[in-house]
């Protein structure tokens, strides 16, 4: 299967969301720049497009303008092995105008979606107690950020 990449589409700010990006998951980096051409709307020397790879996963970041906007339609799983995984990325990627939003999902300050997801989660809503999934689930709809200790309690009954 060829390399898949994802395209994040940012107005002017895609420098930025990379260096957040960058900042927030580990081993990440920014692997190659691109600028603009004359002709540019922007014009030479301004930063067009950035490579970069989160936690080995490759990206880019377009400088492309104001037509198109981020959507929870598409948003990015992070998979946190406990809470302190979970507080942690919550906290960066809420942080400076972050936006939450309901059952572990949050906006990053430049619109892009997150869901912040504990690695427990789909064993308590898929268990082998149905009844305790329930449970659980009901009080995952209350959450905006994700409480495993809060959610096992749930299950656990």
């Known amino acids: 299967m060829p390399r898949l990449t994802a395209c994040l589409w940012f107005d002017d700010q895609a420098e930025a969301a990379a260096e957040l990006y960058c900042s927030v998951f580990p081993n990440s980096r920014i692997t190659g720049t691109t600028g603009r051409i004359e002709g540019g709307a922007e014009g030479p020397g301004a930063v067009l497009a950035l490579d970069l790879e989160l936690d080995g996963r490759p990206f880019m970041a377009l400088n492309g303008g104001p037509m198109f906007h981020f959507t929870e339609a598409v948003s990015f799983q992070i998979d946190c092995a406990d809470q302190a995984d979970v ?63 809060a959610l096992q309690a749930a299950y656990d009954g």
């Not at 809420?94 to 427990?120: H, I, N, Y």
């Not at 809503?125 to 950020?145: E, F, I, W």
């Open 87 to 149: 507080d942690y990325y919550w906290d960066r990627l809420t942080a400076d105008g972050g936006e939450e939003s309901m059952c572990g999902w949050l906006k990053d300050r430049f619109g892009v979606s997150w869901q912040v997801v504990p690695r427990v989660l789909p064993q308590l809503l898929g268990g082998p107690d149905k009844a305790g999934s329930a449970r659980a689930m009901q009080v995952m709809l209350t959450m905006r950020k994700l409480d495993i200790a």
